[in-house]
């Protein structure tokens, strides 16, 4: 899981410095599908990532507004206040958390209940989705995506050759 939640934020630094080389008016363009711009995008995976949190710990958490956080630097800021909290949390799991229950209500006001471990990989698959999205509106753009290879990142160290 740890691994995981790591790759994610790698390639997550890596859209930031893709980001410093477009100009600010592609960034805040509405575009189609996801939550609908780069900006809105990258600050929504990590409203979503440390608002998971928040609920499994029982925490009372702000519900911001992403007209507060609408340049670069900002979301990037806001993700550094927020993920030694998130880091803290996703270190300290281990599998005996993956059935414990989170109650969350809905929109709707009804409740539902989630185990933590589909809450954990729900976010994990959150932020790989948007990643995607973000690499299709690179292309939009003539630019190259980040990669997304997890692979020769060494996010996982092999043993050594015997």
């Not at 270190?91 to 009804?110: C, F, I, K, Q, V």
């Amino acid at each position: 899981m740890q691994t995981l939640f790591r790759y994610n934020w790698l390639i997550r630094e890596r859209w930031y410095e893709w980001c410093k080389e477009v100009p600010h008016e592609e960034l805040i363009r509405e575009r189609t599908g996801g939550v609908g711009s780069i900006l809105k995008t990258l600050y929504h995976i990590v409203d979503v990532e440390w608002s998971w949190m928040q609920d499994m710990q029982g925490k009372s958490f702000p519900h911001r507004s992403f007209d507060n956080f609408n340049t670069l630097a900002a979301i990037r800021q806001l993700d550094q206040e927020l993920h030694e909290d998130v880091e803290t949390f996703v270190n300290a799991w281990d599998d005996s958390m993956n059935r414990r229950a989170l109650r969350d209500t809905e929109l709707d006001g009804s409740i539902s209940v989630y185990a933590w471990g589909e809450v954990m990989r729900h976010v994990i698959a959150h932020e790989i989705h948007h990643i995607g999205q973000l690499s299709i509106w690179s292309r939009e753009l003539g630019r190259p995506p980040v990669s997304a290879n997890l692979i020769r990142n060494a996010l996982i160290l092999p043993e050594e050759a015997k």
